[in-house]
């Protein structure tokens, strides 16, 4: 069907063989790769919207000891390059925890390549979150804070109801900035012998010797993940945006 | 909701520290290093020392799990806990015997300098100086060139010797230090044209170590014991020489 | 007047506190932990960060130079311009640094074997070392993610002073020169800065293509000694001071060129 496609680039029949979805192509292998960092990406980002939701609040609402804690923190996170917090992480995280448990007589735990890696970016993640929604909640008018308050609405009503639906749409932008560099933040972990998508293109290619088949490859499983992201969060924006007047 | 997400918080910590019993997490390099230990198109793991971990495990009655690790970091994950032991070509020296136990070594080959066809050059630093030798970090070959090549000879360390290989064909290092199985192995594709093997280094046994041997976490007699019955099994019943024989033309077994 | 503030500000009950465990934790972790090990790659450190520091220098110079046009291509340039500088930019932004660095590397490393004539030519010492494709890739990426960024700047800039300036009798060069730059320039300042703080936080990637920046070092001092927290305890350290240097440095910049702006 494509002979004459093949015919005019040669190469190009060897290329799409390599990648082809069953064994001895690596296709299959690239997007195994590819689910698993999206696996880590999703929980990344979740457990960074967690921990900056609790972090943002503490910020704004927290006592001073508190407040400098977190500032610490989300300084500590935006200063220091990822790969070195990944391995501070990877390696101090999973030492504590099983010195832990040896010191209270139980065995060591097993924590499986992803859950590792959704903590350790996930950690990253809440330093951004903390920043982005902090800024968000600042900019609901108080007014609205203050009526729900007149209404007599408890503090978790307030911000169920009142905050988060008015902080989302000042909150999106960032936040899908957040999930790219989530999604982006995984190629990472390929340093720590995860076998996320750029690992296995690693592998693909030193096996092969294809580098450029299979690292093109991989760019665009990438660049697929990112535009669709882009599109979904606009949708999302667009939706919560309804009624507000346009940007 | 706040009781939904607390169930959901101890699910998900629940799957995920699921604590085996008696599974035994053998470290291997997530790196491929043929003919050793490579991943194939489907992801399985193949290879002479995989072969070599199921036929000691297989006698030595444990139930063995592959664990690919990035081989920067294959010590510090044995000795926080992540692994058990580390069967990945890793070499016993006196340096990582500080750090943990070995067991009774499972192969000892050569190392040699393998270099570009065209350069004049033996496995001397008088005739590596002035050259670019490349090396895979974290290795012996590693502590080998620093101590005996550094200077004279412009090192650059690489995280795979896959990488190593690819640059030496690439024709951007003039040669590397490696193990000289591993290099057979290269020097025999399509990319390996361009180089042969230069010479052996001198020995040196307080580098490069007495053979290859499995690690374990300092005072980890049990398993160290088992993995040495197992090996002793499977030389003793013929398994080792016959796995041996699929990959290469003589026994890898040193002294 | 600062000075009272800052005064008020630091001599509180709780910071100082804070600032004493602070210390004490410093100490703790002076005397307990292995140090010994400095002196010894005291020298190795040093190039590393002179290293880390001209990379990141070199690689965010190039890559401004390059987002000027991709910026302004998008922002007014014709369909023609405009698109492939978008895509450019789609692309460096969609895709892993990583991903980029090790296609710049071992893809082209891959080409030289077929291509024999390379190794004669005059660029061949060049194409050996590493540093050059370390310093392109990160250039492409500074550019991808700088253009987008020059793009909001040149748009944000009232349409009307240009027009003014146009009516004016002003060469479109000598528009772009004294109206529209400087102020596109002002106007994305605050974010060149965060941006070079993120490409500062990059630079530890080019180690995997065998560039020995300060992260480098700290690995080799991790495989020679089995050391592993304090080499990367002293890195992080190391790399906290760098983007604390630079915050204050644009801060400095912005402080400069705001001056006599309604801001």
Redesign the interface.
């Known amino acids: 069907m494509l002979d004459w496609l093949y015919a005019l680039w040669p190469g190009l029949e060897t290329s799409v063989g390599l990648l082809s979805l069953q064994?001895?192509?690596?296709g299959?292998?690239l997007l195994?790769g590819a689910w698993a960092s999206l696996q880590i990406a999703i929980g990344a980002f979740a457990l960074g919207l967690l921990i900056g939701t609790a972090g943002a609040l503490g910020k704004l609402h927290g006592g001073?000891?508190t407040r400098?804690l977190l500032a610490v923190y989300t300084?500590?996170v935006?200063?220091?390059?990822?790969?070195?917090?990944i391995?501070?992480l990877?390696?101090?995280g999973?030492?504590l925890l099983?010195q832990a448990l040896r010191a209270l007589g139980?065995?060591?735990?097993?924590?499986?390549g992803v859950?590792a890696g959704i903590a350790v970016l996930g950690i990253v993640q809440g330093a951004y979150a903390t920043e982005v929604l902090r800024g968000a909640i600042q900019s609901v008018p108080r007014g609205q804070h203050e009526a729900a308050r007149a209404y007599g609405m408890g503090p978790v009503q307030i911000f169920r109801r009142v905050t988060i639906p008015a902080m989302l749409p000042l909150a999106l932008p960032g936040l899908s900035n957040l999930w790219?560099i989530a999604t982006?933040?995984?190629?990472?972990l390929?340093?720590?012998?995860f076998?996320e998508l750029?690992?296995e293109?690693?592998?693909?290619?030193?096996?092969t010797?294809a580098?450029?088949t299979f690292?093109?490859a991989?760019?665009a499983l990438?660049?697929v993940m990112?535009?669709l992201s882009g599109r979904i969060f606009g949708w999302i924006e667009a939706r919560y945006r309804r009624g507000q007047a346009a940007q | 909701m706040k009781t939904l997400a607390l169930l959901a918080t101890t699910a998900l910590i629940a799957t995920a520290a699921i604590a085996q019993a008696d599974q035994v997490r053998i470290g291997i390099a997530a790196e491929p290093y043929p003919p050793f230990a490579s991943p194939d198109a489907a992801g399985n793991w193949v290879g002479w020392e995989v072969e070599i971990i199921d036929a000691v495990c297989a006698a030595a009655a444990l139930d063995c799990v592959l664990t690919p690790t990035a081989w920067d970091g294959i010590i510090p994950a044995l000795v926080s806990g992540r692994i058990d032991t580390i069967m990945a070509s890793m070499s016993i020296t006196a340096d990582r015997m500080q750090t943990i136990d070995f067991s009774d070594p499972y192969y000892n080959t050569p190392t040699v300098i393998v270099g570009q066809r065209d350069m004049q050059m033996d496995a001397s630093p008088e005739s590596l100086a002035g050259k670019v030798l490349g090396v895979q970090v974290s290795t012996i070959h590693q502590s080998y060139a620093q101590a005996y090549f550094e200077g004279a000879t412009e090192l650059r360390t690489y995280q795979t010797q896959d990488e190593a290989n690819q640059d030496l064909a690439a024709g951007r290092i003039d040669a590397t230090q490696a193990d000289s199985l591993a290099m057979d192995d290269f020097l025999a594709t399509a990319a390996g044209a361009c180089c042969e093997v230069k010479g052996a280094v001198a020995a040196d046994e307080a580098i490069l170590g007495a053979g290859v041997g499995a690690g374990v976490r300092k005072g980890d007699d049990a398993l160290r014991e088992a993995i040495n019955t197992g090996i002793a099994a499977i030389i003793a019943d013929g398994t080792y020489d016959a796995i041996t024989a699929g990959y290469f033309a003589t026994s890898i077994l040193g002294n | 007047m600062n000075r009272q503030r800052i005064a008020q500000e630091v001599f509180v009950p709780h910071r100082i506190v804070m600032v004493a465990v602070a210390l004490g934790l410093v100490l703790w972790a002076a005397l307990a932990m292995r140090w010994d090990w400095i002196p010894r790659y005291f020298d190795l450190a040093v190039q590393g960060i002179w290293r880390t520091l001209w990379l990141l220098a070199l690689s965010c110079l190039i890559g401004f130079a390059l987002a000027v046009p991709l910026g302004l291509a998008q922002a007014a340039g014709p369909r023609v311009l405009a698109a492939p500088a978008r895509a450019f930019c789609t692309v460096i932004r969609g895709t892993p640094l990583l991903l980029q660095l090790w296609l710049i590397y071992f893809g082209v490393g891959s080409l030289f074997p077929q291509f024999p004539w390379i190794r004669e030519s005059e660029l061949w010492p060049y194409l050996r070392q590493a540093w050059p494709y370390a310093l392109l890739a990160l250039s492409l990426s500074f550019a991808g993610y700088e253009g987008e960024v020059m793009r909001g700047a040149f748009k944000s800039v009232a349409g009307g002073q240009l027009e003014a300036a146009r009516s004016m009798g002003m060469g479109r060069f000598a528009i772009f020169r004294r109206i529209w730059f400087p102020q596109a320039l002002q106007r994305a300042l605050p974010t060149l800065g965060g941006e070079t703080v993120l490409q500062l936080k990059a630079t530890p990637l080019v180690a995997t293509i065998t560039v020995i920046e300060i992260y480098a070092v700290s690995s080799r001092v991790r495989q020679d000694t089995f050391i592993i927290y304090e080499p990367l305890l002293l890195l992080a350290v190391i790399y906290m001071v760098i983007a604390g240097l630079l915050a204050l440095g644009f801060k400095l910049l912005e402080q400069r060129f705001n001056r006599g702006m309604l801001g």
């Open positions: 064994p001895p192509g690596w299959g292998n195994r001073p000891v400098d300084v500590v935006r200063a220091v390059p990822e790969l070195i917090l391995l501070i990877y390696y101090a999973t030492d099983n139980q065995r060591p735990v097993e924590i499986s859950v790219l982006k933040d995984t190629a990472l390929a340093i720590v012998g076998s750029t690992l293109t690693r592998q693909a290619a030193g096996s010797r580098h450029f690292f093109l991989a760019g990438y660049l990112t535009l």
